[in-house]
């Protein structure tokens, strides 16, 4: 069986890191943010299954959402049997009075961004299963 048409398509350009991988050197580009959002990783720490942290830029159309460079930490924390908490944690690098401005600025969109898509992989992971006729992870015994 196929894969549904989502996987059909990519947004992201990856560039492997000298040892032909991704992670610490490796670098991503992200083009399918909210509306003309996109990033651009250079990753300098990888711990899978737990956590990267990389050197990231977000241009970005609009006055409030400028260029900015920050450091960007992803963390993924397990809850047991609920799943997975994924915390995501900023910090500019360039902390100039505007930027921090800008910074607090954005800070509730992208606080609102995060919520309404925190949802989604749960809701694609369960169609997916539903799709392939699976069953989550300890139901199959029921």
């Known amino acids: 069986m196929g894969l549904p048409a989502r996987y059909d398509k990519n947004p992201d350009a ?5 040892q032909g991988r991704l992670g610490a050197g490796a670098k991503s580009h992200c083009g399918h943010g ?7 990783r250079e990753f300098v720490d990888w711990r899978p299954f737990s956590y990267f942290t990389a050197r990231m830029k ?14 960007e ?3 993924f ?10 915390v995501i944690r900023y910090r500019e690098i360039d902390r100039n ?11 509730l969109f992208l606080k ?3 919520r309404r ?9 369960q169609a997916d299963l539903s799709a392939w006729s699976l069953q989550p992870a300890g139901e199959a015994d029921s």
Not at 14 to 18: D, G, S, V
């Open 14 to 18: 990856e560039e492997p890191n000298a």
């Open 117 to 125: 898509r925190g949802a989604e992989p749960a809701r694609i992971a």
């Open 77 to 86: 924390a397990p809850l047991g049997d609920q799943g997975t908490r994924i």
């Open 97 to 107: 009075p505007v930027f921090r401005l800008v910074s607090k600025a954005t800070h």
């Open 73 to 75: 930490t992803i963390e």
């Open 112 to 114: 609102a961004f995060w």
């Open 58 to 71: 977000t241009p970005a159309a609009g006055a409030l959402v400028m260029a900015r460079p920050v450091i």
């Open 34 to 40: 909210p509306g003309p959002i996109m990033a651009f």
